[in-house]
Nanobody
Framework: QVQLVESGGGLVQAGGSLRLSCAAS????????MGWFRQAPGKEREFVAR????????DYADSVKGRFTISRDGAKNTMYLQMKSLKPEDTAVYYC?????????????????WGQGTQVTVSS
């Protein structure tokens, strides 16, 4: 089974940029459909972005479209979320997740493997 570990979170000012990483072990990242999710205090976990297929197919939540970019590096077995033009409302714990190639979804409940999250805080 694949294990996922997020990193790269931190404190940034509004308008700044940050890149999150999701390192996979025990499995090949490209063998799964992958996603980024986030959860802010008092809110449900929500979909941010996903990547699947070869060539890659990507999808983004409306709230981050045009600002965030999801990608993966097969050689490093790592997925990334490049975030720019960050807003205070982007503040949340960000999680990476994986699911079978057969499952194409933005529903958190459908993903089988999760990292433990990395905190992103955007100050005004």
């Amino acid at each position: 089974q694949v294990q996922l570990v997020e990193s790269g979170g931190g404190l940034v000012q509004a308008g700044g940029s940050l890149r999150l990483s999701c390192a996979a072990s025990g499995g090949t990242l490209n063998d799964y459909n992958m996603g980024w999710f986030r959860q802010a205090p008092g809110k449900e976990r929500e979909f941010v972005a996903r990547i699947r297929g070869n060539p890659s197919i990507t999808d983004y939540a409306d709230s981050v479209k045009g600002r965030f970019t999801i990608s993966r590096d097969g050689a490093k077995n790592t997925m990334y979320l490049q975030m720019k033009s960050l807003k205070p409302e982007d503040t949340a714990v960000y999680y990476c997740a994986a699911v079978s190639r057969l499952v194409v979804t933005v529903r958190p409940s459908r993903y089988d493997y999760w990292g433990q999250g990395t905190q992103v805080t955007v100050s005004s």
